[in-house]
């Protein structure tokens, strides 16, 4: 009775760990495929912003500053996410070659979930600028 309480409990488990482990990847997919589409669509309004809102002619040398690190913080989250695509593939082939080998232990160091958080503060912070940015376009040099 109790090995085959054991056995089913233990299936349960195996199904749901399997669901869960689903659910992650399908969240970091998620994540990665938001973090490229909000970045690039942050860096395209902020050029149609320019272009059609407030005109070239118009921006200050301190917005233009804080513009380029706004693009900056972009681009570089979105470098650092394709970056991360690589280190998750290549984490994905060490553990696949861990278990190959037997190996107990779990020898990755999370460099894309590192990556991944690098990311997301890249992308806060170029919104933030880019917010900034617009506020000081629109309302003038009364925003600071």
Do not use: P
């Not at 054991?6 to 669901?19: A, L, V």
């Not at 998620?30 to 320019?50: E, H, W, Y």
């Not at 991944?116 to 600028?129: K, P, Q, R, S």
């Amino acid at each position: 009775m109790n090995d085959k309480t054991d056995i089913s409990k233990n299936n349960g488990n195996t199904e749901h760990r399997q669901y869960l482990n689903e659910i992650s990847e399908r969240n970091l997919r998620n994540f990665d495929k938001t973090i490229i589409a909000l970045s690039s669509g942050a860096l395209a309004i902020s050029l149609v912003f320019i272009e059609k809102i407030i005109g070239s002619n118009d921006i200050g040398c301190l917005s233009i500053i804080i513009l380029a690190l706004a693009w900056f913080f972009y681009l570089f989250a979105i470098i650092i996410n394709l970056w991360s695509n690589l280190t998750g593939s290549q984490e994905c082939i060490d553990e696949i070659k861990r278990i190959d080998n037997g190996d107990e232990e779990n020898t990755s160091n999370n460099k894309t979930n590192l990556l991944n958080i690098l990311a997301l503060i890249f992308f806060v912070f170029g919104t933030i600028l880019l917010l900034l940015f617009s506020l000081i376009n629109i309302y003038g040099n009364q925003v600071l």
